[in-house]
């Protein structure tokens, strides 16, 4: 029992030796019980050493703490002192302030109705110069209306007599420059990116011209860069005037330039015939198709039978039969059967006239259907159309209407190309039908005549 007890305090010391960090080298490992007694009591000896080591440190310091303590009292009374100074010291200089505001409202008198008047014109001119394509020309110019305007607004600082003459310099310098057609060296961004340093045509407060060109001004970056899309029919005003040196030369421009130049922008970004074509998708395509191929064909049998009747009123003129017009073949099957009697030649030249009617009316069905068909299939884009649009506003809502354009500009251009090709071939289709019953007309009235002359005969 004894013996087991002793192991037992052994292995609850050497449990306290490793949770109080003390860590053995692979040397120092007990090779028995009586060296673990050692090492245990030489493991005692070390924390009581460094325990008498901090407490004295304890100590030590708790003997400073009414010193420190003391300390902290005498700063917080000066603290306290130096406060009590500065709050007297924040109230008088607080009235110096309001009196020094009172005396500078009294000095200024009239000067602060100016100062507001100058304070207008300038936020005014900061405007007009933020959107000023005269700017292309002197950059810059609207840096000093800041510092300006907030030297007017402060109540510390006052403009110079130079600041507000500079002012009423650009005023001027604006208004004659927006009267004037004037060339000057400039850098243009050209659509692909590079830069490039040409002559640039400035028509006043309007429009900046350059190689033939229309070109934007961005204020923000002070840049100039040439319009991806041009005006169309407007190149050759604009080179014309930038290579005149006097007289009047007939260019365009745009009348909104002062204020933004909003109609040009408009103008280059309506599309094109061939654009709105296009918006019709696939439905217009199929519109597009068909009128053409109706087109051809109401042309070529209206030259078709514009060329059979000169042969049927060349064979009106002639005595005898030719084979190579309708009407010669009818009065030739009435030659090869003089010997009927009337009602088998009728038979005979009814027979006649029908084998040569599918032929010259070859065609016209057709051209009818086409133009009742057109207007149905561009009914059919309107709903195509329409159905994309509300797929749009389903999508992006109705807040958006680019979202909803390119639905509504194929339902429009398909209603649209379907009347278009609808009205033409209406009309075509009323001409060579035209041509076709003049024909017709001329077939029946021969074959009536050549019975009633048999019949007289008989």
Known sequence: ???????????????????????????????????LLNMVQKSKVSESAEHRKREAEFRRQKANQQELLNQAKQTKANEEKRSETLEET?????????????QLQERLGSLKELFGHLTSTAGDLRTTLSTSIVSAQYPGRAAFLDTLIEKMN????????????????????EAIEDGRVVKFSGTVVKPDGERATQDVVRIGNF?????????EYSPKSESMSELTRQPSGLADGALALQNSTEGFTRVGIDPTGPTGGSFLAALINSPSLVERWHQGGLVGYIISAVGAFAMLLAIWRFIVLAGISSKVNSQLKSSSANTNNPLGRVLKVAEDNKGLDGESLELKLEEATLKERPAIESGLNLLKIISMVAPLLGLLGTVTGMIITFQAITIFGAGDPKAMAGGISGALVTTVLGLVVAIPTVLMHTLVNGRAKRVLHILDEQSAGIIAENAERK
């Not at 924040?90 to 009172?102: N, P």
């Not at 429009?207 to 070109?215: E, I, M, R, T």
């Open 1 to 35: 029992m004894k013996m087991n007890f002793a192991k037992s305090c052994l292995v609850a010391a050497v449990t306290g030796l490793l949770s109080s960090g003390v860590v053995m080298a692979q040397e120092d490992k007990a090779q028995s019980l009586d060296q």
């Open 90 to 102: 924040y109230a008088q200089q607080e009235l110096d302030v309001t009196a020094k505001r009172q």
């Open 154 to 173: 402060s109540a510390t600082q006052l403009p110079t007599i130079e600041e507000i003459e500079r002012l009423w310099y650009e005023i001027q310098r």
């Open 207 to 215: 429009q900046l011209l350059s190689d033939g060109q229309y070109l």
